[in-house]
């Protein structure tokens, strides 16, 4: 069975900066896409940042600048470095990633979110 775990949440004061890990396990034949939401209390998941198989990078301008997405396929990771953290960037982080598991078709999976607080 496929899982996305993420790891590296916590507290950091206003301008600090945290890097998040989400590790996919399972029986994978492949990995395309990868991607990182986040949901803050009270509104809906927001898109991130996303990077294709050949490592094409995609942000949302709110992030732009200041996150930066990448992935390791040796080791079925993708990461997000978050830098000039703000406290609106409060928020339960998710990843997410196309995956063509052994004898499945290719679907999107989720992880089960990692919180960052940004609070002085």
């Known amino acids: 069975q496929v899982q996305l775990v993420e790891s590296g949440g916590g507290l950091v004061q206003p301008g600090g900066s945290l890097r998040l890990s989400c590790a996919a396990s399972g029986s994978i034949l492949d990995i395309y896409g990868m991607g990182w939401y986040r949901q803050a209390p009270g509104k809906q998941r927001e898109f991130l940042a996303h990077?294709?198989?050949?490592?094409?990078?995609t942000y949302a301008n709110s992030v732009k600048g200041r996150f930066t997405i990448s992935r390791d396929d040796a080791k079925n990771m993708v990461y997000l470095q978050l830098n000039s953290l703000k406290p609106e960037d409060t928020a339960v982080y998710y990843c997410?990633?196309?995956?063509?598991?052994?004898?499945?078709?290719?679907?999107?999976?989720w992880g089960q979110g990692t919180q960052v607080t940004v609070s002085s």
């Open positions: 990077i294709s198989s050949g490592e094409h990078t």
């Open positions: 997410t990633a196309n995956i063509r598991p052994e004898g499945l078709t290719t679907r999107g999976y």
